[in-house]
């Protein structure tokens, strides 16, 4: 479909996975990840009874607090562990047949995959992170750094943490200048036209052309994203042939969902992969059945995952409340420990968490599945 990128499909192919040793699961989250609660406006606002539970909710809050309630100050964290994300991933691959490769890449940390280089059972991970780059259209792109050299690993991310807190243009290309001099790393644009900050599509993806143009010499590929919509990806897919850029794989995993797409490859281990892409720009994407169902269940489904209780996380972290954090002036707390301290969490967040227990209800579910489904099919 783009040069050396070649798009397969599960359910379109008897035999996907033929002729390939291995599969790549790229980009998906952990506890580590820190996931703001601004996408709740958008998520609701496509289902209609959700949307009003929201806007009630939104006019309370301002009735109470006298403010706008501000998302960017809530987040949570994806309810696997590194070493269960990475079981999760290598699990789905090997179910497939292939010799499993895989590269967790958290939002601006690599504090949850850097433990895995010292066990034993998962000595073969790779260092890598999704990088949050600001830009001076007041949004932000990420970039997968993929396979960063576990020596220079501390050094590379302060390098990035201090460009994301002070950015100064003209230190970018020195930064991905640096990122590419090392053979065995893969600096991927996620999700390219994810409108993330909600400039407006247009301007988004006016940003994001120049940025790909400007910096193409660093770029070694364009991701399609397991968590984005056809239309969005087909975007991705022009832009990569207009710009002689390989297409890859990035599920995007943040519930207990596997990645909804993977890259096939007959590479023995990652450095020989990302000379696939680098040098050969030779990339075999392969969509699996997950991503033909409504975006907007499978997202919901992952809210409904990160709020289900789990008594045997391995940081104690049992409910909800442990995993779900809120800025305040006197710190950071979990919104458990605020309601030690007799403080409930904003109206907004109480009616949502109604709202996503209501469409975890199977009855719902089947209903929104119906529904959703009709209007979100993928076609081709």
Same mark, same amino acid.
């Given at each position: 479909?783009?040069?050396?990128? $070649?798009?397969?499909?599960?359910?379109?192919?008897?035999?996907?996975?033929?002729?390939?040793?291995?599969?790549?699961?790229?980009?998906?989250?952990?506890s580590?990840? @820190?996931?703001?609660?601004?996408?709740?406006? $958008?998520?609701?606002?496509?289902?209609?009874?959700?949307s009003?539970?929201?806007?009630?909710?939104?006019?309370?809050?301002?009735?109470?607090?006298?403010?706008?309630?501000?998302?960017?100050?809530?987040?949570?964290?994806?309810?696997?562990?590194?070493?269960?994300?990475?079981?999760?991933?290598?699990? @789905?691959?090997?179910?497939?047949?292939?010799?499993?490769?895989?590269?967790?890449?958290?939002?601006?940390?690599?504090?949850?995959?850097?433990?895995?280089?010292?066990?034993?059972?998962?000595?073969?991970?790779?260092?890598?992170?999704?990088?949050?780059?600001?830009?001076?259209?007041?949004?932000?792109?990420?970039?997968?750094?993929?396979?960063?050299?576990?020596?220079?690993?501390?050094?590379?991310?302060?390098?990035?943490?201090?460009?994301?807190?002070?950015?100064?243009?003209?230190?970018?290309?020195?930064?991905?200048?640096?990122?590419?001099?090392?053979?065995?790393?893969?600096v991927?644009?996620?999700?390219?036209?994810?409108?993330?900050?909600?400039?407006?599509?247009?301007?988004?993806?006016?940003?994001?052309?120049?940025?790909?143009?400007?910096?193409?010499?660093?770029?070694?590929?364009?991701?399609?994203?397991?968590l984005?919509?056809?239309?969005?990806?087909?975007?991705?897919?022009?832009?990569?042939?207009?710009?002689?850029?390989?297409?890859?794989?990035?599920?995007d995993?943040?519930?207990?969902?596997?990645?909804?797409?993977?890259?096939?490859?007959?590479?023995?281990?990652?450095?020989?992969?990302?000379?696939?892409?680098?040098?050969?720009?030779?990339?075999?994407?392969?969509?699996?059945?997950?991503?033909?169902?409504?975006?907007?269940?499978? %997202?919901?489904?992952?809210?409904?995952?990160?709020? $289900?209780?789990n008594?045997?996380?391995?940081?104690?972290?049992?409910?909800w409340?442990?995993?779900?954090?809120?800025?305040?002036p006197?710190?950071?707390?979990?919104?458990?420990?605020?309601?030690?301290?007799?403080?409930?969490?904003? %109206?907004?967040?109480?009616?949502?968490?109604?709202?996503i227990?209501?469409?975890?209800?199977?009855? %719902?579910?089947?209903?929104?599945r119906?529904?959703?489904?009709?209007?979100?099919?993928?076609?081709?």
């Amino acid at each position: 479909m783009n040069g050396g990128s $070649r798009l397969r499909f599960y359910w379109k192919d008897a035999d996907p996975c033929r002729g390939f040793a291995a599969g790549v699961s790229l980009h998906s989250h952990t506890s580590s990840s @820190q996931e703001l609660l601004d996408f709740i406006p $958008r998520l609701l606002s496509r289902v209609p009874l959700l949307s009003q539970f929201e806007r009630a909710a939104l006019r309370k809050y301002k009735q109470v607090h006298g403010t706008e309630l501000d998302y960017r100050h809530i987040w949570w964290t994806p309810p696997l562990t590194a070493v269960e994300a990475f079981a999760l991933e290598r699990q @789905q691959i090997e179910k497939l047949g292939l010799r499993p490769m895989v590269s967790l890449s958290d939002h601006d940390t690599i504090e949850g995959v850097w433990k895995l280089q010292s066990m034993e059972s998962t000595r073969e991970a790779v260092v890598s992170v999704e990088w949050s780059v600001p830009t001076p259209q007041q949004s932000v792109l990420h970039l997968g750094v993929h396979n960063i050299p576990p020596a220079q690993a501390h050094s590379i991310m302060a390098m990035l943490a201090g460009f994301t807190a002070q950015p100064e243009p003209h230190r970018l290309a020195d930064i991905l200048a640096e990122l590419n001099s090392w053979p065995e790393t893969l600096v991927v644009l996620n999700h390219p036209y994810w409108d993330e900050k909600w400039i407006g599509a247009e301007k988004h993806a006016a940003m994001v052309e120049s940025f790909a143009r400007q910096y193409r010499p660093f770029l070694h590929a364009l991701e399609l994203n397991g968590l984005r919509p056809w239309r969005e990806n087909l975007q991705t897919v022009r832009l990569g042939l207009e710009l002689g850029l390989p297409l890859i794989s990035g599920g995007d995993r943040h519930g207990l969902e596997p990645n909804a797409n993977i890259n096939l490859t007959n590479a023995r281990n990652f450095a020989e992969f990302a000379q696939e892409i680098r040098v050969g720009r030779s990339s075999d994407i392969l969509f699996l059945p997950q991503y033909r169902t409504s975006l907007t269940l499978r %997202v919901i489904e992952t809210v409904c995952d990160v709020l $289900r209780t789990n008594p045997d996380h391995p940081f104690g972290w049992a409910h909800w409340t442990d995993r779900v954090f809120r800025r305040t002036p006197d710190g950071v707390r979990s919104l458990s420990e605020e309601w030690i301290h007799g403080v409930r969490p904003p %109206v907004i967040v109480r009616l949502f968490l109604a709202s996503i227990r209501m469409a975890d209800c199977h009855a %719902v579910r089947s209903a929104m599945r119906v529904a959703l489904g009709a209007k979100e099919e993928m076609v081709w």
